[in-house]
């Protein structure tokens, strides 16, 4: 290594690798009728003295966020399969109403998960999402005798001949072969293309965190073609919607190329994709429980606002950063607070992947999300709270489009998110080391024009390292703190992907692509 290098340092954090043990041995229901387990904590996860649950009846909803001398915040306003913590997705060219969510069908019946368990962390494995049935403008469902419609249920409540329903299918002869299970009538016309997943992580003394810290990472799989017999999506259609007592199909929210660099080429939208998406994460709480006053919010240029918490804001990213604090005190070193934070990161900037499915591996990641907020709603309801992020995207593509050297691949969004416990202070401190973390990873530095320069972006939430290089043929060199070589490869692609164990696990490295180079730090 005679060259002179210009070095810049990437800091990457691992958790150690642990064998999981399966919680939940539930048969696995995609509509799940249970009133009496809609508020359970079935599993919890520590950070310090801040506790966080979610409920497996509901898709690992978040059903407990318990704060120290309160209790659980959320309690009787988590109770319903449709609030508590979760996330969902919305297409609006289907008039908003096809939306897959993490938690379930309707307030009363959820979707059961398997959960397995670590030390500091939870894991929500993969399954499908049903469609909710939350809104009551619009009913697509007949068969109300599997899960009660609470909006539009008959008068005899019996469910037997439901004249609200407006999709134009006929849900008696309905029947769906999903991963080798038939689903029938109701189930079937509400079984989403989409799977979910997801992972709670306790992040105190990762990253330079000192404070109670959770990390939240998710993914919504669009992994089911739309264009199949019976599809739930079909029910969707342009023509069946236009044809609906209710027509609400949304021709203007159509996308005209939902990909924007990859897949290469145009994809106009249709009514087997998903168009103009809106992907919501929240959490709600019960205001008799606690109702905190303040709002901490920061403006781009860096500086601090405080605010009465009297009515919804809204902070949008081109005026302010994605990260926030609710806060029961003025003065921000007293006093009880949460803080909310979305990373600028690789991850969350390149929101769609594209994954093949015979091995898993990325066949390309997009960036197509237009804006991104957040929300906090202190009066969502006369007794509940909505705190959370949303962005709005360009869609993502039936996989059915996706041939040539697309073939076997479909699409999946992506997401994390950190909730954080402490007084403002404390608060403002760790966002300050979240910032620098993702700033050293995952923001591409201002280089040179030489051709050969490259970006370096680690992925926690998979072990992972991805080199992007500055051309596609590059040989790649990783040498380990004492001058050994313990990985070489000549580059066949823009992108190169490998994992700690590939290099030898925690320590200082140093990653040279010809005569550039960059230092990474591993942390187990």
Known sequence: MNSIF??????LTFSLSMSLTAYSSRPFKIIAPNLANRGQVTDTIKSGDFVLGINDYGGGYITEIKLPGIGNIMDVQAQRYGRGGQSSIRCLAHGGKYNPTQAGYSDNSGTECEVTKSSGKIVVEPRGCSLFNG????????????????YNEVANGTGAANE??????????????IDGNNYRMQEAEVYSEFDFYAEYENYRGKLGLKIPAIRHYLEYRFIRPTDTPNACMGQFSKSAMSASKNNIWAESSV????????????????????????????????LAIWNPQYRYVQLNSGEWQIQQREKAFTG??????????????????????????RPDSFLNKNNIVGVKESDGSEAYTDSRITDNFYLDSPTRTPSM????????SKGLINRSRL??????????????????????????????????????????????????????????????????????????????????????????????????????????????????????????
């Open 255 to 286: 996308t005209s190329d939902i990909s924007s660099e990859n897949p290469a080429g145009v994809y106009h939208g249709t009514d087997k994709d998903m168009n103009a998406t809106v992907f919501s994460w929240s959490i709600r709480n019960d």
């Open 385 to 392: 709270s909505w705190i959370g992020f949303r962005n709005n």
């Open 316 to 341: 949008n990213e081109t005026d302010y950063k994605l990260c926030y604090i609710i806060a029961e005190s003025i003065d921000e070193t007293t006093g009880r607070a949460l803080g909310f934070y």
């Open 164 to 177: 609200s329903d407006v999709d134009q299918v006929e849900e008696e002869n309905l029947s769906v072969t």
């Open 135 to 150: 809104d009551g403008a619009y009913d697509y469902t007949r068969w109300e005798n599997i899960a009660a419609d609470p």
């Open 6 to 11: 210009r070095i810049s340092f990437t800091i």
């Open 403 to 524: 041939t040539g050297a697309y073939e076997g691949v479909y699409e999946k969004l992506r997401q994390e998110t950190f909730l954080l416990y402490g007084t403002p202070a404390e608060l403002k401190a760790a966002f300050l080391t979240l910032d620098a973390y993702y700033k050293t990873t995952s923001v591409a530095e201002v280089r040179d024009s030489k051709e050969n320069s490259f970006q370096i972006y680690p992925n926690p939430a998979t072990n992972e390292v991805k080199i992007e290089l500055g051309k596609e043929s590059s040989n790649i060199e990783i040498f380990n703190s004492l001058g050994v070589l313990v990985y070489s490869k000549a580059g066949d692609r823009k992108i190169v992907s490998l994992t700690t164990s590939q290099i030898g696990g925690s320590g200082m490295y140093v990653v040279r692509v010809v005569d550039d180079s960059q230092k990474l730090l591993v942390f187990n």
